[in-house]
Nanobody, 115 residues
Framework: QVQLVESGGGLVQPGGSLRLSCAAS????????MGWDRQVPGKQREMVAR???????TYADSVKGRFTISRDNAGKTVYLHMNSLKPEDTAVYYC?????????WGQGTQVTVSS
């Protein structure tokens, strides 16, 4: 069983930056995929970013060039560096862990972009 704990959300003005962190507990393999999804009330949860073994990264088109996902050397903490934030980035952000067909999410952290 993997547990995920997110932190770093909050209120930021448009154009500002935030860094989200996700700490994973349990047995973590370098081949596990970690990343971030986000969800706005009334809408489907969407993929924001993923990082795989070897450092291969995938981003949603809406965040390319603004967000960067990274992972620590132990592979147990994943970060989402968010720059040039826009009001449409407002959502609950969920850390996601995938191993094969198993997927786990954290409890979510609110990001609000507003002046």
């Amino acid at each position: 069983q993997v547990q995920l704990v997110e932190s770093g959300g909050g209120l930021v003005q448009p154009g500002g930056s935030l860094r989200l962190s996700c700490a994973a507990s349990g047995s973590i393999l370098s081949s596990d995929v970690m990343g971030w999804d986000r969800q706005v009330p009334g809408k489907q949860r969407e993929m924001v970013a993923r990082i795989q073994s070897g450092g291969y990264r995938t981003y949603a088109d809406s965040v390319k060039g603004r967000f960067t996902i990274s992972r620590d050397n132990a592979g147990k903490t994943v970060y989402l560096h968010m720059n040039s934030l826009k009001p449409e980035d407002t959502a609950v952000y969920y850390c996601k862990f995938v191993r094969g067909v198993q997927a786990y999410w954290g409890q979510g952290t609110q990001v609000t972009v507003s002046s």
